[in-house]
């Protein structure tokens, strides 16, 4: 029998969050100010706030505000591709036809910029300690490909990968590293910062994230002539002269400053999200410690994650039959055992909101051509184990064993109870 809303739980009567918005006032204090002097723009004093206090947090020289974290990737693989293989002519991207290694197991937005260049992902497999990208498939990956030239690499959920091995590698085959820190703004490394690790990286202030501007992202970056390139760019590329001068392609990306005065009053609040989100991460691991269930892994020795969402992974042999199509998904109930689908919809019933990992690039169908390496090389090679549809990598065992629980900082510890108290029901 299929999980059933137990009479004894009353559904939430405001629905938790997965992860919304957090605010504090002070960012209506510095919208306020942008309308009361009339810098309804995209230049003011909350743009150049933010990016000094972005600086400073996170030990970049150059962090330019951008209307999206998608914007900053875009702008961050051009920067890249341009260094690469110089400018292109108007409609070609800069890195066309170009392989480009990525994160396999993320957001599409971690990827889709490569497209927007003309660029091809080649997606690397994910590894079991941090669920980030693989060193070990990157190198393959390397081996198999040695002209590919740029990486963007992202960390989930908030949690560092292997960044030591992974920039080794990269360094080796002389490979630009684009870092996608839009999940782990505040997350560290032994003590430094993600969002430093590349040479152009970026971050997000969007709606879901650890801090928000409503919207809004950042490329940061050392080099002042990248920076002085981004600033260009996104304000349509106007050359210094008297008229409209365009000797390059322009992008209307630039932040808002009105969006700004939300990020600025929302930076004092970082580190607090940021210990409410780990408290939230110990309470599940705790309360679900006698489940056959796994918290979302990391590093302990070399890094803090920020702890953006807490997830579980359900041990093997505890799974019961889930079978997910293009679009939708069945389950057969099995005493003992459950399914992230069977978990989502318990979660769902008493107005929680909680999400299936994301589904690894190589299995979307916008995809399917491209190519995904795992430690073993080819991960599309046609083995028996892949003939009989079995998760022959680890990015595809994970989400089909994995989920995101809700992960909102205003849950409180009472509702977090009811949600590892249904869990529990699920494994009856
Ligand atoms: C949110 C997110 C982005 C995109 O940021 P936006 O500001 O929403 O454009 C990119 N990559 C990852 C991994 C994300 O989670």
Same mark, same amino acid.
């Given at each position: 029998m299929a999980y059933n809303k137990a009479d004894d739980i009353k559904a939430f009567d405001r629905k938790v969050w997965l992860s919304s918005p957090t605010m504090h006032g002070e960012e209506i204090a510095y919208v306020k100010e942008a309308y009361d002097t009339n810098w309804m723009s995209t230049v003011g004093a909350n743009i150049?706030?933010?990016?000094?206090?972005?600086?400073?947090?996170?030990?970049c020289k150059y962090a330019?505000?951008?209307?999206?974290?998608?914007?900053?990737?875009?702008?961050?693989?051009?920067?890249?591709?341009?260094?690469?293989?110089?400018?292109?002519?108007?409609?070609?991207?800069?890195?066309?036809?170009?392989?480009v290694f990525a994160t396999d197991m993320t957001f599409d937005a971690t990827v889709n910029p490569i497209c927007y260049e003309g660029g091809v992902p080649v997606f690397i497999d994910t590894e079991k300690d941090t669920w980030n990208m693989d060193p070990v498939a990157l190198e393959k990956a390397f081996e198999l490909y040695p002209e590919v030239k740029l990486v963007v690499m992202a960390h989930l959920y908030g949690t560092p990968g292997k960044l030591d091995e992974l920039k080794a590698i990269c360094d080796k085959h002389g490979a630009i590293i684009v870092e996608d820190a839009a999940e782990s703004l505040g997350a560290t490394y032994k003590g430094v910062q993600t969002g430093t690790f590349g040479k152009y990286n970026c971050i997000s202030f969007n709606g879901n994230k650890i801090i928000t501007g409503s919207a809004g992202g950042m490329l940061l970056t050392d080099s002042e002539d990248a920076a002085n390139k981004t600033r260009k760019w996104s304000t349509q590329a106007r050359e210094a002269a008297p008229w409209y001068q365009h000797e390059e392609l322009g992008y209307n990306y630039r932040m808002s400053n009105v969006i700004a005065g939300v990020v600025r009053g929302q930076y004092p609040h970082l580190e607090e999200h940021i210990a409410q989100k780990r408290a939230i991460y110990e309470r599940y691991k705790e309360g679900l410690k006698d489940l056959p269930v796994k918290m979302n892994?990391?590093?302990?020795?070399?890094?803090?994650?920020?702890?953006?969402?807490?997830?579980?992974?359900?041990?093997?042999?505890?799974?019961?039959?889930?079978?997910?199509?293009?679009?939708?998904?069945?389950?057969?109930?099995?005493?003992?055992?459950?399914?992230?689908?069977?978990?989502?919809?318990?979660?769902?019933?008493?107005?929680?909101? %909680?999400?299936?990992?994301?589904?690894?690039?190589?299995?979307?169908?916008?995809?399917?051509?491209?190519?995904?390496?795992?430690?073993? %090389?080819?991960?599309?090679?046609?083995?028996?184990a892949y003939i009989a549809g079995e998760a022959v990598d680890v990015g595809e065992d994970i989400f089909e064993r994995g989920l995101c629980l809700p992960s909102d900082n205003k849950m409180t510890a009472e509702q977090q109870d009811v949600i590892i108290d249904i869990i529990h029901r699920c494994f009856a």
């Open positions: 150049n706030e933010v990016e000094r206090i972005t600086c400073e947090k996170i030990g330019v505000a951008l209307s999206a974290g998608t914007a900053a990737l875009h702008l961050a693989i051009k920067l890249a591709g341009q260094e690469l293989y110089g400018q292109p002519l108007p409609g070609h991207g800069t890195i066309e036809g170009k392989r892994p990391y590093d302990a020795d070399n890094s803090e994650p920020n702890f953006w969402l807490s997830c579980l992974i359900i041990d093997k042999d505890a799974m019961c039959k889930q079978v997910r199509g293009e679009r939708d998904v069945c389950y057969i109930k099995e005493a003992g055992k459950s399914c992230p689908t069977e978990i989502l919809e318990a979660i769902a019933s008493v107005n929680a909101e %909680g999400r299936p990992i994301w589904k690894p690039m190589h299995m979307q169908p916008i995809y399917r051509m491209n190519g995904f390496i795992t430690r073993n %090389g080819n991960g599309r090679a046609m083995t028996n």
